[in-house]
């Protein structure tokens, strides 16, 4: 491309004048200078800890690739350039004018030079022939598992209820915030077996619990020690000095490292940069939080060309976990949809998995298991805002240490199989919406199934949870999301396969909200008044 397509400055490297940074131009035909140039860039570097630009004045030789002609579109530029000189012959005349080498001895280094090309030897003399074994990874173990394979993420309740009193041990002199000491009060209720399970309080515990059995986390994500929606506080905020405390970093003496780090809103680079850590830790739980799901729209290339198709391309496996918080609370386009329909889309072959957990036990159990279950697939996680105080959305301590992660939840309520005819199906946020309308209108013929793992999506799982339904009529998808996006249209043929497994004639029905280009409208009365339709929908379609 031509320069003045590129940048309305002299240099390349002027934007780097806005942070002060030291730039150095040099001549690429010189390399000697160049070799100086970079020296002195890295002392700088090195001594200074601050940002030095080098500017490497230089030409490309030939086009995009052997059957481009670059003189087609720069015509002036390549006329030069043809009659330039190469680095290399202008360095051989300086070595031998100098009396360094003579002719010969250049061009036995050509002569060797190719003779390596031809015989496919290394010719960058510098290069590490023997890697460090120290930095290998054996995954032997995490090889040949179907993602079917159940395993077992109960944990003992005794020590579990150790673990979260050693959370809340702070040290003498951290004085924390006010509504930051009314949580951990309430956590210590919790772990008390006095107080029902939140959101906040069984993510935490699942990390505790498995830096416990050695496993080590790194969590990155725009305010991701405190959490966006103020559920997480896994970093503690001296008020008197300002200094930072972390319990999960201080659960015992040589424990696994406990790694979290706030976050530019820089999606795209961070996400990639998590991407090839987790490739190379598969026994560590790593973990990368959108602020809002939809921030991840800013990541997509990574979700498009690494997580989701890297083990089929490269056959690296990759256990990365992404949190993206999702659910229509009338907050606008961009504070709504994590864009459900665009990973499920990617979903093939079982390359990853996506899942909406709705209780504070399955974001425990899902979290531990993807750890403990020697399987590596990258994991999409469509976290809630509201549901993180819900007062529907508890859990007990025996759920903790006893429970599994559960791929499709049947109906709670004490409904009479016989009675019922209408089988509402949903994922996420959207169930507690309905089930409190149920219980208000007092339908006793309608039982309401969580499918909390879209993909691998569970038919087995949903049949046998189905079966006890004998006198159904209708089956819907009810999902808050417009009917172009969410999981309807990349799910509606497994839920089918099911309908159809009950009964022939049994077809699967939508209730939702209307197809949009948006994710979501801008209106607060619209979003309620779109949210109540959509929920007599699913009782009545």
């Known amino acids: 491309s031509n320069p003045l397509d590129s940048r309305s400055t002299e240099y390349c490297t002027d934007v780097a004048k806005m942070i002060q940074a030291p730039i150095l131009h040099v001549n690429g035909d010189d390399p000697e200078a160049v070799l100086f140039v970079t ?4 002392d700088y570097r090195m001594q200074y800890k601050r940002d030095v630009v080098i500017d490497l004045v230089c030409y490309r030789r ?3 690739n052997e059957a481009d002609e670059p003189s087609g579109t720069q015509p002036l530029m390549y006329q030069q350039i043809s009659k330039q000189r190469t680095t290399r012959e202008l360095y051989a005349d300086a070595l031998t004018t100098a009396e360094r080498q003579t002719t010969d001895e250049v061009q036995a280094k050509i002569d060797e030079y190719r003779t390596a090309l031809d015989n496919g030897q290394h010719v960058v003399k510098s290069l590490v022939k023997e890697p460090n074994k120290e930095l290998f990874v054996d995954w032997r173990p995490y090889l040949g598992h179907t993602w079917t394979a159940r395993h077992d993420t109960s944990f003992e309740l005794k020590t579990l209820q150790e673990l979260s009193n050693k959370l809340l ?8 915030q006010r509504q930051v000491a009314k949580i951990l009060e309430d956590r210590q209720k919790m772990g008390a077996g006095a107080l029902s399970i ?4 069984a993510e935490t515990m699942a990390y505790a619990t498995l830096l416990f059995e050695g496993h080590p986390i790194r969590m990155t994500g725009q305010d991701i020690g405190r959490g966006t929606f103020s559920h997480r506080h896994a970093v503690l905020h001296n008020q008197k000095d300002a200094t930072a405390y972390v319990p999960l970093k201080n659960l015992y003496e040589g424990q696994p490292a406990f790694d979290l780090y706030d976050s530019f809103l820089s999606e795209e680079a961070v996400l990639a940069f998590e991407y090839g850590y987790a490739t190379t830790q598969p026994n560590a739980l790593v973990i990368w939080e959108a602020q809002f799901g939809d921030f991840a729209n800013g990541a997509q290339v990574v979700f498009d060309q690494f997580i989701s198709s890297g083990e089929h391309k490269w056959g690296r496996l990759c256990g990365l976990t992404m949190l993206l918080p999702h659910g229509y609370e009338g907050q606008g386009p961009e504070h709504s949809s994590a864009r459900l329909e665009r990973y499920l889309q990617l979903c093939a072959e079982h390359n990853m998995q996506v899942a909406v957990p709705t209780t504070p036990a399955q974001i425990y159990h899902l979290l531990r298991r993807q750890v403990i279950r020697p399987l590596r ?13 819900h007062k529907l959305a508890i859990s007990t301590l025996e759920d903790l240490a006893d429970g599994s992660f559960q791929t499709v939840i049947p109906e709670i309520d004490a409904i009479d199989p016989k009675k019922v005819d209408r089988v509402v199906l949903c994922s996420g946020k959207v169930y507690y919406d ?3 309308k149920r219980r208000n209108e007092g339908r006793e013929n309608i039982a309401i199934v969580r499918i909390e793992q879209l993909y691998p999506f569970p038919e087995d799982d949903l049949t046998e949870t189905l079966a006890v339904y004998k006198h159904l009529k209708h089956i819907v998808w009810c999902q808050e999301e417009p009917m172009n996006q969410g999981a309807w249209y990349c799910s509606q043929h497994h839920m089918r396969r099911v309908a159809t497994a009950q009964k022939k004639t049994l077809l699967l029905e939508y209730a939702g909200r209307e197809a949009s280009a948006a994710p979501a409208c801008g209106y ?3 979003h309620a008044e779109q949210q109540e339709k959509l929920l007599q929908d699913a009782f009545t379609v």
């Open 524 to 526: 607060a009365s619209l």
């Open 434 to 436: 309905l089930l409190e």
């Open 169 to 176: 041990e702070i040290p003498e002199g951290v004085v924390v």
């Open 62 to 64: 030939r086009g995009h």
């Open 198 to 201: 939140n959101w906040g309080y």
């Open 377 to 389: 697939k990258p994991l999409v996680v469509l976290t809630p805002k509201s549901l993180l105080r």
């Open 39 to 42: 020296q002195l860039a890295v």
